[in-house]
């Protein structure tokens, strides 16, 4: 395969399968409000992700100011406002996610990264211009009609998801145009503008920390494991591949989510969840063929002469 491309891949994977896991430090916290998770969650990922970057990825900063004051002003205004809406986006995604999982329910907060991927591919491709072959409709295809057979339930849920869906997508996208900036100084930047769009909601409701160390040790457990890593991960998987590849893959999250839902907190699948999920397996495995083609299949002409046995 192309040099290089595998990293971008596993990257991309691991970050997902990581995600899927994260309804169970959320459970643990369900007594606490969702936006008080969430001002604790930001402000905990913004001290770790900037005291790193502050010990040990100086001489990183200094070259993406050096980047951003070199651009005209229309294109530093560009990054700008690109990132601003980027750290809403994010911050919103955060919110209405944890809301889903402690409040509406797990299998809504899942479907939500069932809806992505379509609305991140179809944006990649609409927005970006990005190449959908064929061969990648048919496996968009193949995702629609698993959605539509889990779709058959409330409403409500059905809207949960896809605003919890819309706001990562758009998130990722706009990630794929800021391309130039470093990764981790990028993640550490959305951090700070969450946690300005965070502060004044958090001093209006403020009453007091919590006291509970279980809370503290679940928060720094999210923001390490479920917040900075994965993140990261994604950020930088799309260094190497394009939005929608990424949107697709993120499909291998609600697989990984539903699975948590019923061997660890053991709540019932149907028969048609399951054969859903089967068919949101194959969407990810026929959209991503050429890619796993590469990974797996080696062509021995690339390497050294076929030779009769």
């Known amino acids: 395969m192309k040099e290089g491309r595998l990293k971008y891949f596993v990257a991309a994977f691991s970050a ?10 959320l459970r643990m916290l369900r007594d606490y409000p969702a936006d008080q ?25 200094k070259s993406d100011f050096k980047y951003v004051l070199e651009q005209d002003k229309f294109s530093r205004k560009k990054i700008l406002w690109l990132n601003l809406l980027a750290g809403l986006l994010i911050t919103g995604n955060w919110f209405t996610f944890i809301y889903a999982v402690n409040n509406v329910n797990l299998k809504s907060a899942a479907f939500a990264y069932m809806v992505c991927p379509l609305l991140t591919a179809m944006g990649g491709f609409f927005i970006l211009k990005e190449k959908l072959t064929s061969i990648k409709l048919i496996a968009l295809g193949l995702a629609s009609i698993s959605i539509l057979v889990l779709a058959q339930g409330s409403l409500i849920d059905v809207l949960w998801s896809i605003l919890i869906a819309a706001l990562y997508s758009f998130y990722l996208i706009i990630q794929r145009v800021i391309h130039s900036i470093d990764r981790f100084n990028m993640l550490g930047l959305h951090l700070f503008i969450a946690s300005v769009w965070m502060t004044p909601f958090f001093i209006y409701e403020f009453q007091s920390f919590p006291t509970d160390l279980s809370f503290w040790l679940t928060i720094l457990v999210i923001s390490i494991f479920f917040t900075i890593i994965p993140l990261f991960l994604s950020l930088y998987a799309l260094i190497g591949m394009p939005s929608s590849t990424l949107g697709i893959i993120i499909y291998i999250n609600p697989i990984v989510a539903f699975a948590v839902a019923f061997f660890y907190f053991h709540e019932g699948i149907s028969v048609s969840q399951l054969y859903s999920y ?32």
């Open 16 to 25: 997902v399968i990581v995600w899927g896991f994260f309804s169970i430090p």
């Open 37 to 61: 998770i969430l001002y604790y969650r930001i402000f905990t990922s913004l001290f770790l992700t900037w005291l790193y970057i502050l010990l040990f990825r100086k001489k990183q900063v």
């Open 278 to 309: 089967s068919l949101l397996l194959l969407a990810v495995i026929v959209f991503n063929w050429a890619t796993l083609k590469e990974i797996i299949i080696k062509s021995p002409s690339r390497n050294k002469p076929v030779t009769s046995p």
